[in-house]
């Protein structure tokens, strides 16, 4: 059997099927109303075939497992009877999946938010990827998102449900090994070994047999969705959507809302992350990205001490995203050094708060994209020349990724920047450009 719409597929093998989340038009999955639907119609198939004793939920994207629902799903609901009714129907989704008579595995690698973590508490079992990029949560429920596809009822224990409460009730997203720790998810390994470990679990329960199913009685789905319906009309909710539809505009969509700075789209591709990005200074929020760079395979250059990069790996370590190997391979790719070497091979390069570049502008290549870490108003700073003005950015991390467009910035600039940040989970706003001086900051 195999079954493929515009949004999902589904494949088998002999007593399995791997049901595929594939959302087009967009970098990572989320879902609206259609999409419920044709995942409902997959989840429908399954269960009217006897010869499938194991269902296994993935992402084909490799942006992440699914990030909730999509923002312009949630904008169109404009009355509490609409949110309601959306509330309903992806319960009745995640309900059968939750009573299917075959074991259901959610393959959870990358972000797993909201709907998404909703859709995978409604399986047996949930095997997780643990890699930096893979997060469990509800980040969006203490602004006015709460769950809403039965994310409070399909737990199967007490501790499990007690752990979504305090997660939608802080926004705390958790690592795969974080979620092991509390029991939000049955096992959690590195990457390298995800194949084997999926294939090891399947195996295993086709030899056993699956543990005796307790699919959910279903008693708080009527309050969950009365819940949901009055926050998502509150003017927190409503700020909250709003920048998750900019935030997730594509990436070829333009910082200011659409349209480029010369006055069309652009049409340059996004390159890829750089192999070999560079930090001048101590500024922690850059270290941390600098750190996930590394974690990544990336190469890293420090002028400077590298001790903050470092405490990042560490963290990483601690909170379970990376194993000691791993954490090990990613601190010796980071050079340190009191010179500029190995920054001419830099793509991209942070440059802390008050570290000049004068020495900087000298080695860096003409396509190496420098990101100035700001702190204050950058209208009133000292300009200094920089030979490839265009390639100079503003950057504001705290809390949220804020770009900064000097007089000489060019709007590729700020897309490619916009999303490489987008790429580590950070939302991207659009400041207004600099006054003054007809030349870029650097």
């Known amino acids: 059997m195999r079954i493929e719409s515009d949004h999902v597929r589904l494949t088998t093998e002999p007593g399995t099927a791997t049901l595929w989340l594939n959302f087009p038009g967009e970098p990572v999955n989320a879902f609206d109303l259609v999409r419920l639907r044709e995942l409902d119609r997959a989840i429908a198939a399954v269960a009217a075939n006897p010869a499938i004793n194991i269902l296994v939920l993935r992402s084909a994207k490799p942006a992440g497992f699914c990030a909730g629902i999509h923002p312009d799903a949630l904008a169109s609901l404009t009355t ?3 949110r309601a009714a959306l509330a309903w129907v992806g319960q009745q989704v995640f309900g059968r999946l939750a009573g299917l008579d075959a074991v259901s595995v959610a ?3 990358g972000p797993c938010l909201g709907a998404g973590l909703e859709l995978a508490l409604a399986c047996d079992y949930r095997l997780c990827l643990s890699r930096p990029t893979t997060l469990l949560g509800f980040p969006d429920a203490p602004h006015g998102i709460p769950p809403c596809f039965g994310g409070t009822v ?3 224990t007490g501790a499990v449900r007690r752990a979504i409460g305090r ?3 802080s926004g705390r997203t958790l690592s795969g090994r974080e979620a092991r720790s509390i029991g939000l998810v049955d096992h959690a390994f590195c990457d390298r070994r995800g194949k084997i470990e999926l294939r ?8 056993r047999g699956p543990r005796p199913h307790q699919a959910s009685e279903g008693f708080g789905l009527a309050e969950e969705r009365q819940t949901f319906a009055r926050s998502l009309g509150s003017p927190t909710a409503q700020a909250a959507i709003r920048q ?12 200011f809302g659409g349209v480029g700075l010369s006055g069309h789209r652009p049409v340059n591709p996004i390159p890829p992350l750089p192999a070999v990005v560079g930090l001048v200074g101590e500024d922690d929020d850059a270290a941390r990205l600098v750190a996930e760079v590394a974690l990544r395979g990336g190469n890293i250059v420090v002028k400077g001490s590298g001790s903050v990069v470092q405490t990042h790996i560490a963290i990483s370590l601690a909170r379970g995203f990376v194993t000691p190997l791993e954490a090990e391979q990613a601190r010796v790719r980071v050079k340190v050094s009191d010179t500029l070497a190995g920054f001419d091979q830099a793509g991209l390069v942070f440059v802390a708060e008050g570290q000049t570049v004068d020495r900087l502008a000298t080695v860096v290549g003409s ?13 009133q700073r000292i300009r200094v020349d920089f030979p490839h003005a265009r390639r100079v950015v503003g950057l504001r991390l705290s809390p949220s990724a804020e770009m900064i467009a000097y007089p000489h910035t060019e709007t590729h600039t700020l897309l490619t ?11 991207v706003r659009m400041a207004a450009p600099a006054a003054g001086s007809a030349r870029a900051a650097a």
Do not use: H
């Open 80 to 82: 509490e009877a609409d």
């Open 107 to 109: 393959f959870i690698d």
């Open 367 to 379: 396509r190496c994209l420098v990101v100035r870490c700001e702190e204050g108003n950058p209208s």
């Open 167 to 169: 997660l939608a009730e």
């Open 244 to 255: 998750r539809q900019f935030d997730t505009q594509a990436l070829y969509s333009d910082p």
């Open 417 to 427: 920047l916009s999303a490489w940040l987008k790429r580590f989970g950070l939302a």
């Open 200 to 207: 090891t679990f399947l195996d295993r329960l086709e030899s």
């Open 154 to 156: 399909w737990p199967r």
